[in-house]
């Protein structure tokens, strides 16, 4: 029963430095997102997925690529990371039927130093 | 646009107290709403939701009623728990979008001391 599985769940980089943040999902889900946890800012969407082959922007996609090869994947990719992405990474899956509930990662707290 | 708005926490509570979690929401259509709990170090779980307005989700304890006249999903418990400690999200559903994209609020930390 894995859902919906982040790696790694901690990293720490150095300014300037790129990652890729995995998610996978084994629940057959058309929609996918990436959000960003900061203090006070509950949780803001970076990118999305509706399905293989086609993402979008959401509210802050600066400084973050992904891209869908597959419905189970849905990589996000620091090109050049800065201390202001310095935050908690959930993504989250959803089928749509549900009418937008969504089962979520356990999270990456990623560090930028 | 759409967005949401929770009241400001922390929110500290005794065992057995009654909790109130204000949230309210400006949506151009008719979204779902959901309450979001996030325990200590894990992911977001979906509490409960309502996707039409009087529909009133409820799951362990916890209930909220889809106001639409007062834009309005307030979580409520009768009677709270220590284990109830955790981090609450009020979230719409982005109406019409079709893609599973949600909107949330910034999150109601609750303590409960026993």
């Known amino acids: 029963n894995a859902g919906v599985t982040q790696t790694p769940k901690f990293q720490v980089l150095k300014t300037g430095q790129s990652m890729t943040l995995q998610c996978a999902q084994d629940?057959?889900?058309?929609?996918m997102s990436w959000y960003r946890q900061d203090p006070g800012m509950g949780l803001r969407l970076i990118h999305y997925?509706?399905?293989?082959?086609?993402?979008d922007q959401g509210e802050v996609p600066n400084g973050y690529n992904v891209s869908r090869s597959t419905t189970e994947d849905f990589p996000l990719r620091l090109l050049s990371a800065a201390p202001s992405q310095t935050s908690v990474y959930f993504c989250?899956?959803?089928?749509?039927?549900?009418?937008?509930?969504?089962?979520f990662g356990q999270g990456t707290r990623l560090t930028v130093v | 646009g759409n967005s949401v708005t929770q009241m400001e926490g922390p929110v500290t509570l005794s065992e057995e107290a009654f909790l109130t979690i204000n949230c309210t929401y400006t949506?151009?259509?008719?979204?779902?709403l959901f309450w979001y709990v996030q325990y200590p170090g894990e992911g977001l779980q979906l509490l409960l939701k309502?996707?039409?307005?009087?529909d009133k989700g409820s799951n362990k304890g916890f209930e909220a009623t889809y106001r639409k006249e007062t834009t309005s999903f307030h979580l409520e418990k009768g009677s709270v728990q220590v284990s109830d400690s955790a981090v609450y999200f009020c979230?719409?559903?982005?109406?019409?979008?079709?893609?599973?994209?949600?909107?949330f609020g910034q999150g109601t930390t609750l303590q409960v001391k026993p």
């Open positions: 989250a899956s959803s089928s749509g039927t549900g009418r937008g509930e969504a089962f």
């Open positions: 629940m057959n889900h058309e929609y």
């Open positions: 997925s509706v399905g293989a082959g086609i993402t």
């Open positions: 949506a151009t259509g008719y979204p779902s």
């Open positions: 309502a996707t039409k307005a009087d």
């Open positions: 979230a719409l559903s982005v109406p019409g979008s079709n893609t599973g994209k949600l909107i």
